[in-house]
């Protein structure tokens, strides 16, 4: 066999063992961020009432700005999620104040300019 041939087939070799490692144990680890899971939207007799969990993955407390924007109003809470944990938040909206409809509300952390979560409710 030819030294070019010997040093394809180990290649090829080297190759393979590479992409078996990168399937089974990426190189690439990073830290969990934060997240909005378990939403709902109940509608009553004159509101509406959301709920949804923010998890904190990350490996420290956190503080978060949630801003609520309706037709013009804008209402803004601040929470803190401990790390690791899971925090439930209910908010109310009553149908005299929904103008256009829609809801919006954009989820910052403390200190960050960009948002993190931004979710949109139509409400009729």
């Known amino acids: 066999m030819s030294k070019l041939r010997i ?7 080297l190759l393979g063992v590479l992409a078996g490692l990168a399937v089974i144990r990426p190189f690439v680890t990073g830290t969990d961020y934060s997240a909005v899971g378990r939403e709902s939207v109940l509608q009553e007799e004159d509101e509406w009432i959301i709920q949804f969990d923010m998890i904190n993955q990350q490996d420290k407390d956190m503080n978060y ?8 109003e804008t209402y803004t809470e601040r929470v803190l999620v401990t790390k690791g944990r899971v925090y439930s938040h209910i908010h109310h909206i009553y149908q005299d104040t929904v103008k256009t409809g829609k809801v919006n509300l954009t989820i910052y952390e403390e200190g960050e300019t960009t948002p993190f979560e931004q979710l949109t409710y139509y409400l009729k």
């Open 7 to 13: 040093t394809y087939i180990l290649s090829l070799a």
């Open 65 to 72: 700005n949630l801003v609520w924007t309706n037709g013009g």
